[in-house]
Structures are given as C-alpha cells and as structure tokens.
C-alpha cells in the first residue's frame, strides 16, 4: 500500500524547531540530539478544525507526563508548549484541515551514547504542522494480524507516548507486505491490543467493546469513544479480547487522532462488513459534533490572552 501524495502546500512549510520558526528545509536537529542518538522523545498528535486545536490541553499534558516520565529535565511549560504550537499554526495560515506533530525530544548530548547523563542541553520542542487530511478510506480499512508483540508493561510501559517506534514500524512492515492499510498487533499473551497506529474497537449486536489499555495506549480518541458511548445509551465494556471475537464481530473500528474513527472492512481475509456500519456511524457523528463545538481557539495575530478567553 503506497501512502497518498503530500499535499504539495506542505512544501513551503514553517516548522518550529528548538524555540525558532524556520522553513522545511532548514528544520533539523543536532546529529547528538537524543532523538538521533536512541530514539529518545515523547510525542503527540493534535488536529486542527474550524479555528480550534482540538483537545490540546490533553494532549499536552500528556506530552508532558511521558517526559516526566522518562525523567527529562527542565522540560518546557504547558504555556511555552500552547504558545509554539499556536505560533507555528498562524505562521503557516493553518486554521483548518491540518494535523500537528509535537516532539519533545530529551535534547542535544555532549558525546555519543546512550546515558541521559550526556545531556546538557534541555529539552528541544518541535512542532510540526502540515495540511493533512484525516485518513479515512472509503473502502474500509484491510487489516492483517502481525506477528510483532506489543510491548507489555514490564519491558516498556505504553502509557508513555514514546518515540521508540520499531515496535510497531515492524508490525506497520508486515502489514505493507501483506498489501493491508495496517496491523493488528496482540499482546504476549495473544489477546488483541491495538494496531500498529491506533486503537480497536468492536460492535457485536448493538454492545461496544474495546481491549483493556495494558499493552496499547490510551489513547485520547479512544477515552472519548468511551465517553460518547455512555452519552448516547450505547453498552460500552473494556475486557480482554480474541482476534476470533474481533473476526466475529458485527462491526470494527479504529480510534485515533490522525483518523478519528475509521471503520474496519476485514480482518485476516474474514471480512466484517462492507460498509460502516451504525453503531460506527452514530459515534462518528457524536464525535463530528464534539469536534464542531470544542477545542482551543488559535489565536488572531496581535490578539492577547484575555481577549481570546473572552472569545
């Protein structure tokens, strides 16, 4: 499967890196940076729509607790973090459509190597934003199971948004392979957890079911799934789950960020449904009208922090 072509408006980009705003071109790290050094960074995904960043304040602090987390020192505050994310969205006139990337990374190294001692810079912020539209094939999404693990708790906790991404790059490698958009990835004990980029989710006669977050993020898209489920009067349970319960389910989605609510045509060659199925479309439209009615406003230029609170 080929990814879709860029959005050419994506060629002229600003991104902010280290505290500056600088073109796509000129955006870099230090090769010493711990990014480089041991894929050693935090992580997050925002969207952008109508004027709003939506569920930033979330997704900040949860940057923030995944650096905490990993012991990063003086590491920048929410503020600093909101402000660099509003700068770069209004330098590249991005009020809708847009998905952001922030990196937070453990900052630049005096040597070589893997020792968190080696570093003596703080922390380096980078945001990037890029029109990108959310990922939702019309067709369904064609998963394959891999036979890539999902890292339980003991060997690397998921409730750290963490750059060390092999993980699921391999599991993302065998689904390319196989000809699938992704890859549903288990945990060692062979009970479903997520795919390699977002999390599960299952109708089976009118309930909703989605793994427990032990071996998979929790991730922000999915607790307000479980949240619009609760809302609407629909049955909602988080319980251990087979790939045979997910091969027999009346409907599958994904959750995430990037995609927002995805439906799911097949599993392994078993195919589920062939369109969306309702359950799926009564919780995206819960979402689409959360998504039209929340999130922080970007600022205008010149407009101060007062003014955009009253706003």
């Not at 609510?261 to 689409?288: C, F, K, N, P, Q």
Request: glycine letters at 8%; charged letters at 20%; a neutral charge.
């Amino acid at each position: 499967m080929h990814p879709a072509t860029p959005d050419p408006r994506n060629s002229d980009i600003l991104v902010h890196v280290g505290g500056r705003l600088v073109p796509r071109s000129a955006a870099r790290v230090s090769v010493f940076d711990s990014s480089v050094q041991g894929g050693d960074a935090v992580w997050e995904g925002l969207r952008v729509y109508a004027g709003r960043v939506f569920q930033l304040r979330e997704h900040i602090e949860r940057l923030l607790a995944s650096a905490k987390a990993l012991a990063f020192v003086d590491p920048p505050s929410h503020a600093a973090v909101e402000r660099a994310v509003f700068e770069t969205l209004s330098a590249n006139g991005m009020r809708d459509g847009a998905h952001v990337r922030l990196t937070l990374t453990r900052g630049e190294k005096v040597t070589s190597g893997m020792n968190p001692a080696f570093n003596r810079t703080p922390p380096c912020l980078i945001v990037l934003a890029e029109w990108k539209a959310p990922v939702q094939p019309e067709r369904g999404l064609r998963l394959v199971t891999s036979s890539v693990r999902r890292n339980p708790p003991m060997c690397l906790d998921s409730r750290i948004h963490h750059a060390s991404l092999l993980n699921n790059i391999l599991a993302k490698i065998e689904a390319n392979v196989a000809g699938a958009d992704d890859a549903v990835m288990l945990d060692i004990e062979g009970f479903v957890a997520e795919t390699n980029a977002a999390n599960l989710f299952l109708v089976q006669k009118g309930a909703v079911s989605t793994p427990f977050a032990d071996h998979c993020l929790p991730g922000l898209t999915r607790a307000l799934v479980l949240e619009l489920c609760a809302e609407t009067g629909l049955a909602c349970s988080e319980r251990r789950l087979t790939s045979a319960d997910f091969y027999t389910a009346d409907e599958v989605f994904t959750t995430g960020t990037l995609g927002a609510l995805t439906w799911v045509r097949e599993i392994d060659g078993r195919v589920i449904s062939t369109e969306m199925g309702a359950v799926t479309r009564r919780l995206s439209a819960a979402y689409a009208a959360r998504v039209a009615s929340s999130g922080e406003r970007i600022p205008v230029v010149g407009e101060t922090g007062a003014n955009r609170a009253q706003g």
